[in-house]
């Protein structure tokens, strides 16, 4: 989260100095109205998952009672924390199993449609073929289905094939709602590259093979990026898709296995609070390790060597 | 550089993955010698009771040799539907609501078309619990597990310290309402939020009260939609449910905390010290909402008596109770109808029923197995009542049953409407057919 701060701090400086000798004070006032502003949105939006934080390390009958900002009065109480949650999350029926599931279905279902949509845009992009445009239209406008019609009539197709209850359930139907947007961002961004780089490498005798995997990947990385961060979060935290085509059992995934701790007449409810936080790691790490990729690239201009 | 390793790097993930999901991704269904495996699909979540399921399927396994899976969802209700027209159903399904189970009557295999013992059970069940299942003659499911509903608790020995005695009128039960007032004392706790399902407690009271004061044979008609509920009948029943729970002092806080209390914290005041109060109308199953302290030793922390009978009602002790049906989709695989067999013959579930709170409907069941004389005495009352009833909610169509009849009792006791506009407005949303 950090690296997002040294690009802010530049942005605020450029204010022409008017006088250069009463410039300096308000250029503070500013900075300072900037900082608070932030700091109350920062703040704003963090609160319900401090709140869920704090919960998920107290005891259930103490959150029935009392409300979570309670312990800010004595947060160095430890008496008042346990780790009984947690410990019941991890140890919960098919946990591990459940774990490495979602990683099954995640990665590939975040991989597919970037790998094809990459191919896609490039030829929307750099190929010329009739009716592209129509077809570049159409996909795009696919964009409006929403995922609930598609379930029945997928899931008998499924059905015919054999796959329903298997991972490449999961990863064709990720695969296929992720793809137009995919498509259309990557075709968008491609679009705004330096048209002269593939000119002379056409010139140089490049083949499109060859430019595709040597120019435009590492030129589209910050929206390869950005596009995997969105999927692969969409993917993990999906509870829908992954009970339909997949459900309970064997291959259940970590959102379906969370949604069992509960028990049939709400019982238990309190264990969801620490499995929330078990479930963001994933995301986290992810987020924070591409993150470099999205910053750096969006800054450091595509056409280096 | 940088390029070649992102491209490495991709390679390296995508290849990886699926590595992976060719060790994981096994192909559920057939299993090498056992001959086909059986998935079971039902509603029972949660830490512990799905692990109990668990277990109580594992001995099928022992017994028949067949390999059983038990798979949970909380939205059971729905995936089932999609999964059947997907072509995906599972072989045996735990419906909670025999109303859905009859609505899905079409893609279940009758009971009496295969072999399943199913007159064995009949004739160890609890009489009346096939009936809630059976349409047009035909069986479409048969109960694992009940849980009476008709129980009042009580916090045992503030209770019999202040000299209280269990009543077995409903004269008496008002009697001692007005002692525990008189003593300066809140009786009863009462909380009917259930999230979106909030109302349903209440639905289970007033069904009580149409088996006390209407009889069985009333209720079996106001269920079937034959018996209105504006009917003088319900409307009795209903007045003498409001007399207990919204005459002014039973409750703390009235209607509107009744409204607003979790079912299961409501339990939770009556083991405070001293009691926030001495009466609660629950299920058997709500023992596991009970503090934790209490659950250890809940011989001596709690008691429990039936909801008694109303005077110039049904003469008998009627018991209201509700369970989860298993039901055959896939009779191709032989494996299935073997399991079946085993779930509802009075050999399924010992441990559940040993973990307590969940009973057997079998009358057979030895009442020495569950775990505390709680338990043992609420066998032994079911076994002994007159009438067993399935819960009325769960059987009328879906827009009544978990739909008018819940928000209808939340507006009643809230008390934005009275009784007889509620009772008319679920009259209106019985789909007319």
Known sequence: MTTTTPPLAPETEPEPPAKPSGGKPRRGVSTIIVRIALLVMVLVWTIPTIGLLVTSGREPEVVSNSGWWSVLSSPLDFTQWTAQNYEE????RGMG??????????????????LVAAFAAYAFTFMKFPGRDVFFIVLVGLLVV????????????FGEIGIVGTFPAVWLAHAAFGMPLAVYLLRNYMEGLPGEVIESAKVDGASHFVTFWRLIIPMSTPALAAYAIFQFLWVWNDLLVALIFLGPGDNEV????????VGTLGSDWHLLTAAAFITMIVPMIVFLSLQRYFVRGLTAGSVKG | MRSRNTLRLGALVFASSLVLSGCLGAEQGDDGDGGQSVQIFGGITGT????????????????????????????????????????DAPDIALYPQPGLLLDMSSDITPLDDVDVGLDEARETLIPGFLDSATKDGKVYGAPIDQAPKSLVWYPKEPFEKAGYEVPTTHQELLDLTEQIKDDGDTPWCIGIESGPDTGWPATDWLEDYVLRTAGPDAYDQWVNGELKFSSPEITEAAETMGEVMLTEGNVQGGGKAIVNTPFGESSERMFEDPPGCYLHRQASFITSFFPDKVQENLDENAGVFVLPPVEDGFDGTPILGSGNFAALLNSENENAVKVMEY???????????????????HTTFDVEK?????TKEIATQVNEADVFRFDGSDLMPAEVGTGSFWTGMVDWIGGRKDLDAVLSDIDESWPSS
């Open chain 1, 89 to 92: 999350v991890f140890t919960a």
């Open chain 1, 97 to 114: 199993n459940a774990f490495l599931n979602s990683l099954v279905v995640t990665i590939p279902a975040t991989v597919i449609p970037i």
């Open chain 1, 146 to 157: 929403p995922l609930q019609v598609a379930f029945i009539p997928l899931l008998q197709i």
């Open chain 1, 254 to 261: 970590v959102t379906v296995n969370l949604s069992t701790l």
């Open chain 2, 48 to 87: 512990e009771e799905a692990k109990l399921v668990e277990d109580a399927v594992a001995e099928i396994k022992e017994a028949t040799g067949v390999d059983v899976e038990y798979q949970p969802s909380r939205d059971f209700t729905t995936i089932i539907r999609s999964r059947v027209r997907g072509g």
């Open chain 2, 343 to 361: 779930l509802i013959s009075d050999k399924f579930g010992t441990p559940r029923y040993e973990a307590g709170g969940i009973l057997s409907p």
């Open chain 2, 370 to 374: 569950y775990p505390d004389e709680v």
